[in-house]
Each structure stands twice: as C-alpha cells, then as structure tokens.
C-alpha cells in the first residue's frame, strides 16, 4: 500500500506512553510506511505541519492538549486527513466524544497490531490516498521470489530450503529492500526479543540465510559493520 504518486504512506503517531509510540513507529514502519512520532499535543501540532501526515494515530488524552482539541487544529489544515483515535478500554465518553468531533475511527487499548493496520488501511482507502499494492502472496526482491503463504523460496528459478526461523528473517529483509536494518530491529521482529537482547543469533541466522541464498551467486545480503543488513538485488555481470 503505497501513495498515489508511489511514495511510502506517512503515519504520525500520537502518545504519551514511548514504549507504546516505539512499538507502533516499528510496526507500522514494517509494513513500508514513514512514521514520525510525539508525545504531546503541541510536538504532534508541529511535527502534522513539517512531515503532512497521511494519517494520524491520536491519544484522546495527553499531558497539554486534549486530542479533540488536536484532532479541530488539524482539521482546520487538512479537513480530510484521517485520524484515527486510542483510547481507554473502559472510555465510551470518550469513544463518542471522538467520532462526534470527527474522528473517523478509534480502537481501546489494549489493541493488537493487526487490528490497528486492518484500520488504517481501511481508513486510507476509503480516503483515496492510496494505491492498491501488489495482489498475491510473492515478494520479490532480484531474482529472489519468496512465498508467503506456501513458504516457498526460490533464487533464479532454484528452490531454496529454508527453516521457519531462516524464512522469518528472509521475509522481514524483503519486505524491507535497500533499508538498512539494525540487529535489534530484526531480533525484536523475528525473535521478539526471547533471546534477551543478544544479538549474536541475528549473526548466526544471517550467516546462515547467506549460505544458501548467496553461496556461488552474486550477493544479495549485505553487512554495514557496526550498524546492520540490508538486501538488495544482486548486480548483473558487466554493471
């Protein structure tokens, strides 16, 4: 899912609790959009005029402003900018009070990840923002196609045997062509943190992901010591 000129979507987060603004920022940066976060009214007031949001994830209740007096300063610019609300799971005042003052959809924390995207993605097409993205399960990358619904990988037309944990990660880079992605972004997606921060077995794995998508062939997998990987097409002879 992309914008209508074919840029990445643009996705402002707002809320006072970091931990919750730091698992959006990278979940929602996952699924291919920028995101930009604050954690007060008059942050997000500043950061919707530099970054134009497509959409705004907004916390009704936040230390300065109040998100219905957030959500009348950003409609005032962009009448039609989507904003959908987060609010307390007990908070039906608040509920009602969010889509009467024109908020187009709200989910109670706490909220799971998939449901969130389910809605902003609903919310953005009914907005016309944006452009379908690419039906069917392939992502592509080069010559490297991975399936996600068989679990098929195959590189030139050869299949690949993968582990489940080897496909995760392979998914995870594909998804995220020519981005540079640090070892804790990939152990917090792919482990979720179970191996306790130690990021030798994002080592590990990607030693083992190289083996057998770039043994003999020119390298997809690439290292930028000190910060992460990054997958990328591989370059043709003669470039």
């Known amino acids: 899912m992309t914008r209508a000129d074919g840029g990445a979507l643009r996705i402002l987060v707002v809320d006072d609790e970091p931990s919750l603004t730091d698992l959006l920022r990278m979940a929602l940066r996952y699924e291919g959009w920028e995101v930009e976060t604050a954690g007060d009214g008059a942050t997000a007031l500043a950061t919707a005029r530099k970054f134009n949001p497509d959409l705004v994830i907004l916390d009704i209740m936040l230390p300065d402003l109040d998100g219905l007096s957030i959500l009348g300063r950003l409609r005032a610019r962009d009448a039609d900018l989507p904003v959908l609300f987060l609010t307390a799971k007990d908070a039906l005042d608040d509920r009602i009070a969010g889509l009467t ?63 489940a944990t080897e496909f995760e990660l392979l998914r995870y880079l594909m998804r995220n062509p020519r981005r540079l992605l640090s070892k804790m972004q990939i152990l917090d997606r792919v482990w979720n943190y179970e191996f306790d921060g130690r990021t030798s077995i994002v080592e590990l794995y990607i030693s083992y992901l190289r ?18 990987y990054m997958i990328k097409p591989a370059r043709v002879a003669g470039e």
């Open 101 to 163: 003052a024109g908020g187009d959809d709200y989910v109670t924390k706490p909220f799971s990840l998939e449901e969130l995207v389910a809605r902003i993605r609903g919310l953005l097409r009914r907005a016309a923002l944006v452009t379908p993205e690419q039906v069917g399960p392939l992502v592509q990358v080069g010559d490297l196609i991975l399936n996600e619904d068989s679990h098929e990988v195959e590189r030139g037309g050869v299949p690949i045997d993968l582990t």
């Open 211 to 228: 083996r057998k998508i770039d043994a003999g062939r020119e390298p997809m997998i690439h290292t930028s010591r000190g910060v992460g």
